[in-house]
């Protein structure tokens, strides 16, 4: 091979290889370019982790004193690197803006602060999203493992109340599910706050996309019997129609999440955990 042909492939090699990064930050965030590279540099060096890394890795990181959340989003496969280089927006980029739309809507999430990404000229690499890290007191799956802890009734209408203010907000919570509300205590009082963000919709629901976005949540009747009845008052429809089509979805999605288990312990058994 001539010299010049073989400077041609390694050029060619290169404009796949080479990652170059691309760093937001939000204007009231007090991190620096720096600091952020330095982080995400030793990322598996440090911080505490959240989870099991299954798909994504999230570990608390301290900088400069400060407790954030890193969110570290799986690397894509083949089409998706090409996919969310050209033409889509990273699930890093979208939890960022996302955030701040929430924020907008007066819809608590933990302050958004960056997002990093790498990518070469042609295909999409690894990904970052970079928020507070909030304290919070518990999520709705401990109305899920403890029905009978303290203020249950209470504690799930507060959240049916912000369920439908998202609805009226014309925010659609892709992954409403029991991990994804972090919850807060003041007073008499709960506050909600929303993480994974990166699968939303922003439009007018229909009646059924209301009642559907329930369906994650829980399979237990009584958790429905409590969120249809509120629900039900705060969009003046009859109790017993909302419980019917709540049970019909949620059944319907715990139906289809058990098929798909079961497929991928049967085809995808090889598959080994990230961390």
């Given at each position: 091979m001539s010299k010049e042909l073989n400077t041609y492939f390694c050029s060619l090699i290169l404009?796949?290889?080479?990652?170059?990064?691309?760093?937001?930050?939000?204007?009231?965030?007090?991190?620096?370019?720096?600091?952020?590279?330095?982080?995400?540099?030793?990322?598996?060096?440090q911080g505490e982790m959240i989870g099991n890394g299954y798909r994504n890795v999230i570990k608390i990181v301290t900088i400069n004193g400060e407790r954030y959340n890193i969110k570290e989003f799986k690397v894509p496969n083949l089409v998706n690197k090409i996919v969310y280089r050209f033409f889509r927006k990273s699930k890093a980029e979208r939890s960022f803006l996302y955030a701040q739309r929430l924020l907008n809507s007066g819809v608590l999430t933990p302050t958004p602060e960056a997002f990093v990404e790498f990518k070469s000229?042609?295909?999409?690499?690894?990904?970052?999203?970079?928020?507070?890290?909030?304290?919070?007191?518990?999520?709705?799956?401990?109305?899920?493992?403890?029905?009978?802890?303290?203020?249950?009734?209470?504690?799930?209408?507060?959240?049916?109340?912000f369920t439908y203010h998202l609805h009226e907000s014309g925010i659609h919570f892709l992954d409403h599910s029991p991990g994804n509300t972090l919850i807060t205590k003041s007073g008499?009082?709960?506050?909600?706050?929303?993480?994974?963000?990166?699968?939303?919709?922003?439009?007018?629901?229909?009646?059924?996309?209301?009642?559907a976005n329930f369906a994650r949540l829980s399979p237990k009747d009584y958790m429905l019997d409590i969120i249809s009845d509120e629900y039900a008052k705060l969009i003046g429809k009859p109790h017993e129609e909302v419980k019917e089509r709540m049970y019909f979805f949620s059944q319907k999605f715990s139906s289809s999440f058990k098929k798909k288990e079961a497929f991928k312990k049967k085809y995808f058994f090889w598959r080994k955990k990230k961390r």
């Open positions: 404009l796949f290889v080479d990652m170059s990064v691309t760093v937001e930050i939000h204007n009231n965030s007090s991190l620096t370019k720096e600091q952020l590279m330095h982080t995400i540099n030793n990322f598996d060096q000229a042609f295909t999409f690499g690894s990904s970052y999203y970079i928020s507070k890290q909030l304290d919070y007191d518990f999520t709705i799956r401990k109305l899920i493992d403890e029905p009978e802890c303290e203020d249950y009734d209470n504690i799930l209408r507060q959240f049916t109340q008499e009082d709960y506050k909600f706050y929303l993480v994974d963000l990166n699968r939303m919709d922003f439009k007018t629901l229909s009646y059924d996309e209301r009642l």
